[in-house]
């Protein structure tokens, strides 16, 4: 079972840039999906970003243009890139890892972004 442990959240201001990593205790090159998800307070957890092993990339509308979702096979890492975060954008983000399509995904324990001046 592949662990996933996130870093890079903090708070930041409005317009500011983070960018988060999700390093993996495996290799990552055969996982079908590598995303990112978030969870702010009193809301359902929503798909932030999404990248397949053959890197085609997904994002939820309102991050498009905005994030930007990598994978490095050969560091078992995956980013993602926030820039001008918005307030709306504060939530605990997690990654997940889906080794297949339709397989349950494996999760990490998730890193606070916060957006506020």
């Known amino acids: 079972q592949v662990q996933l442990v996130e870093t890079g959240g903090g708070l930041v201001q409005p317009g500011g840039s983070l960018r988060l990593s999700c390093a993996a205790s495996?290799?990552?090159?055969?996982?079908?999906?590598m995303g990112w998800y978030r969870q702010a307070p009193g809301k359902q957890r929503e798909l932030v970003a999404v990248v397949t092993s053959n890197d085609n990339t997904n994002y939820a509308d309102s991050v498009k243009g905005r994030f930007t979702i990598s994978r490095d096979n050969a560091k078992s890492t995956v980013y993602l890139q926030m820039n001008n975060l918005k307030p709306e954008d504060t939530a605990v983000y997690s990654c997940?890892?889906?080794?297949?399509?339709?397989?349950?995904?494996?999760w990490g324990q998730g890193t606070q972004v916060t957006v506020s001046s």
């Open positions: 997940s890892a889906q080794p297949y399509p339709k397989s349950p995904r494996h």
């Open positions: 495996g290799s990552i090159s055969s996982i079908y999906a």
